[in-house]
């Protein structure tokens, strides 16, 4: 090869390679991997808008205000912000309105675009790219590089919602961006080399050509650590070995030259293809694996716990009933759920909460031995799995278990497990748990007949005074049924207002006048007739429904009074008992500052019963809110007093104005002797408080006789009257009426009042 056809070769190779690479980079290399980082990205926000809509779309059909607060309320929108690396979030309704933004400014805007009413409702997501400095599509400046994608969510083919997911892609798009940079400056450092080739051939002639020997990098410089040295240094020692070589050997052959020249492209490229295109990817690729692996976390692991869910304890439940099912063995399903978790809440912060069911999941996990990581001693063996598949509701699966009395002793070791203190921030906190066991084969042969028949038995246990454990029997299937019909009934109900109140007179039993009344209240069923509140109160305060029902309760008291009121009719104290959750809630006093407001009661005409459990769950909490409601002027009751574990420290500390004595203390008096004690105490002890006392449930002329006797002046009871409608009490009030000292009825003129 001459002098000059080499040099004009070089010449043309350098150029060809300065000018191919840099445009390769530029038009193919860097458009492909943008679209595939976008491409790769909006696949991110399809599964995390799938697992988010998993997550919300529990019970509801189309996502709504309430299902997602219930999610994103406080700072779970935060969390979940930095378990998805999400820059921004947006949640919207069907009819395109945002029901949620991690931006809360935004909340409420609606979404009118064509792109979202013609794609994304039609089930399509969409993606759009927004460069720094440019407007996405509501109009705003971003500030970063962004990918911003409508994710769809639908049910059962209709429309319930999109989610609106922002990335962040600023830091992959300037690796993409260096790539190219830097790719593009290696072709025109090797054209310069190539130069300088061309001039020392030039001044030295064709002596370097002769030699065939070539020269070999060592493997050390491919170590990551020298990355930016050997993308730099590599090219010039190559460079420097080819102008040696061609400079000594001028005879060096084509074949050689051309050995030589490959041997520079993979000293160069190789480098370049992995520490700038590789690495990236890779740690593009780990970055997705490690989202991957969060989402299937969070798909299968309780966040709280780290208990498997609902859809894992699932899979192991099949698997389970399948290898029972082969090998003809017995296996349990217990269900069990905390006692008055919602308490707890309602006392204290979240937080604690939260630290609690860790406590919980902690201690189920040590008394179930498992195979792998959980053991316990003891005599009777069973390899277990316990879950978390609600708030306060967890299950245990006993694959290997040998009889109904292995899995009573682990529902017992439970139990007592549960019931021993919790010290969590700074409090001893005593919860106890009703559970409910399902035996595989007896109580069912796949997976949804035992969790329903073991659930069942956890709700009888409940029904049977809580904290024990009961075993499913077929019977229960048509108490759980009754249970669910009654629920939804009473759902109806609730939006129905089918209920009524019903006054049952107070009467001070010396001079036989009615000094207040008890609103009672009863479900008004357009097919059953009038439920009486034992039948449909219990079923309420486990559906939450009961907040509902004292809300509407105090509200028509307060209607009731100012009805009077306005009727001339002298009205006189009306009391009304408050549910449990209602108590603990510490809005109350706002809540009835509103309905007296409302009405513009006088406050003082109003009286409000709790229980002893209430009181002394929380006391000081309980104190406060007493305290609130004392200083609006309301009286101020503890109803049921001696059946539940009365604190005399408490009661002197508590605001109270009267004790109602229980109807089962009077129930036996004067008959039976220890009543007789117990009242007789209550009695002593309320005018040694200073407060006003009333028996419950007076019904024989011996019992008012001996309570009179005894200092109790002031009764309620069947001897008196039955609960009365509001017409009833009405006229009761209108002919203020004297009850007769015997108890047998009204004076002449009144009637005998029925309701």
């Known amino acids: 090869m001459t002098k000059e056809k080499l040099i004009k070769n070089i010449f043309l190779v350098s150029v060809a390679i300065a000018i191919i690479f840099p445009l390769t980079n530029i038009y193919i290399i860097f458009p492909a991997f943008t679209k595939l980082l976008i491409t790769n990205t909006e696949h991110e926000a399809e599964r995390v808008g799938s697992h988010l809509a998993s997550m919300i779309l529990k019970h509801d059909h189309e996502l709504t ?29 069907p009819s395109g309105q945002i029901i949620h933004s991690s931006d809360q400014s935004e909340t409420g805007e609606m979404n009118t675009n064509h792109y979202f009413n013609e794609i994304v409702a039609g089930g399509k997501p969409y993606t759009n790219v927004v460069k720094k400095g440019t407007q996405s599509l509501e109009g705003e400046t971003v500030t970063a590089d962004i990918v911003e994608t409508y994710v769809p969510v639908m049910r059962n083919g209709q429309f319930a919602g999109a989610f609106e997911i922002y990335y962040d892609i600023t830091g992959r798009s300037q690796i993409l961006n260096s790539l190219v940079l830097r790719s593009s400056f290696i072709p025109l450092g090797i054209m310069m080399c190539f130069l300088v080739v061309i001039i020392i051939i030039l001044f030295k002639g064709n002596k370097a050509l002769d030699d065939d020997k070539a020269y070999i990098l060592p493997k050390r410089y491919l170590s990551p650590y020298y990355s930016f040295l050997l993308l730099t240094v590599s090219i010039f020692i190559a460079e420097t070995i080819i102008m040696l070589l061609i400079a000594a050997f001028p005879s060096l052959s084509q074949w050689n030259m051309a050995i030589l020249d490959a041997v ?26 490690k989202t991957e692996e969060r989402i299937k976390e969070i798909a299968f692991y309780d966040e709280v716990t780290k208990l498997p869910n609902r859809n894992l304890f699932q899979d192991r439940l099949k698997k389970a009933i399948e290898h029972a099912g082969r090998y003809k063995r017995c296996m349990t399903v217990i269900s ?14 979240h937080k604690v909460g939260d630290l609690l069911l860790r406590e919980v ?13 959980i053991s316990r001693p003891g005599e009777d063996s069973a390899v277990g799995t316990v879950a978390r598949i609600g708030g306060d509701e967890f299950i245990v699966l006993l694959s290997e278990i040998s009889s109904a009395l292995d899995a009573s002793r682990v529902a017992q070791r439970i139990l007592d497990a549960i019931s021993s203190p919790f010290q969590l921030a700074g409090h001893d906190i005593f919860i106890t748990a009703s559970t409910g066991i399902a035996l595989y084969p007896q109580n069912g042969e796949d997976l949804d007949s035992l969790l329903k028949n073991a659930d069942t038995a956890m709700h009888h246990a409940k029904d049977l005074g809580r904290n024990n454990y009961q075993f499913h029997e077929d019977a229960m299937n048509v108490l759980s049924l009754k249970r669910l019909t009654i629920e939804n009934e009473l759902r109806k109900a609730v939006e129905r207002d089918e209920f009524l109140l019903y006054y049952q007179p107070q009467i001070d039993m010396v001079m036989g006048r009615v000094i207040g009344f008890e609103a009672l209240i009863r479900w008004d069923h357009p097919v059953k007739g009038l439920i009486p509140p034992g039948e449909f109160i219990p079923v309420a305060e486990e559906s939450g429904l009961i907040s509902l029902i004292d809300k509407w309760v105090l509200k028509n008291v307060c209607w009731q009074l100012k009805h009077w009121e306005a009727s001339g009719i002298d009205t006189l104290r009306v009391s009304l008992n408050l549910s449990a959750q209602q108590f603990m809630n510490r809005d109350l006093p706002d809540m009835v500052s509103r309905s007296v407001d409302m009405f513009s009661v006088d406050p003082r005409k109003l009286e409000f019963e709790i229980t002893e459990g209430v009181l002394m769950q929380n006391a000081e909490m309980a104190t406060g809110i007493l305290k609130s409601l004392k200083d609006m002027g309301i009286r101020l009751a503890m109803d049921d007093f001696g059946t539940g574990y009365s604190s005399f420290s408490y009661l002197k500390r508590l605001p109270l104005d009267i004790i109602k004595i229980d109807r089962s203390f009077i129930n036996d008096v004067p008959g039976d002797p220890d009543d007789a004690a117990i009242v007789t105490a209550i009695i ?58 015997h108890g047998h009825g009204f004076k002449a003129g009144c009637g005998s009042m029925s309701p």
């Not at 069990?336 to 912060?349: P, V």
């Not at 996990?365 to 990581?373: F, I, L, T, Y």
């Not at 609960?723 to 009833?728: D, G, I």
């Open 684 to 741: 002593a002890m309320a005018k040694n408080l200073r407060l006003d006392i009333v028996a419950e449930g007076v019904e024989k002329i011996e019992q008012k006789k001996f309570l009179v006797e005894h200092g109790c002046m002031t009764a309620q009871g069947y001897l008196f009257s039955v609960p009365l409608s509001a017409e009833k009490a009405s006229l009761l009030l209108q002919e203020n009426a004297v009850f007769w000292h």
């Open 264 to 289: 520079l492209l993979v000293i160069i490229i190789s480098p370049t293809i992995y520490f700038f295109l590789m690495r990236p990817l890779l740690a593009h690729i780990a970055e997705r694996q």
């Open 336 to 349: 069990l759920d905390i006692d008055n978790f919602k308490r707890i809440n309602d006392t204290f912060e």
């Open 65 to 93: 205000r309430e299902s997602v607060s219930e999610h994103f309320s406080g700072g779970k929108s935060d969390v979940v912000l930095k378990d998805f690396h999400l820059l921004k979030l947006k949640i919207f309704s």
């Open 361 to 373: 999941a902690e201690r189920l996990n040590r008394c179930v031995r498992a195979s792998d990581s």
